[in-house]
């Protein structure tokens, strides 16, 4: 949700922060769901 809202002020404003903090949480969402992946397929070895 944040993640969006900071979108639509890089969109509206062009402020560079706005941007970096965007890009940051698309970063650490897509580590996360790699981490998901990785811990789902070793529970389904087990």
């Known amino acids: 949700m944040l ?3 900071m979108w639509k002020i890089f ?7 706005a ?3 965007y890009k940051a949480c698309c970063n650490t969402s897509k ?3 790699k981490e998901v992946l ?3 397929k070793e ?3 087990a």
Do not use: A, C, V
């Not at 969109?11 to 922060?17: F, L, P, R």
């Open 11 to 17: 969109e509206s404003t062009g402020n560079i922060d």
């Open 43 to 45: 529970e389904k070895r």
């Open 31 to 33: 580590e996360n769901e």
């Open 3 to 5: 993640m969006n809202k």
């Open 19 to 21: 941007y970096l903090y």
């Open 38 to 40: 990785e811990f789902t």
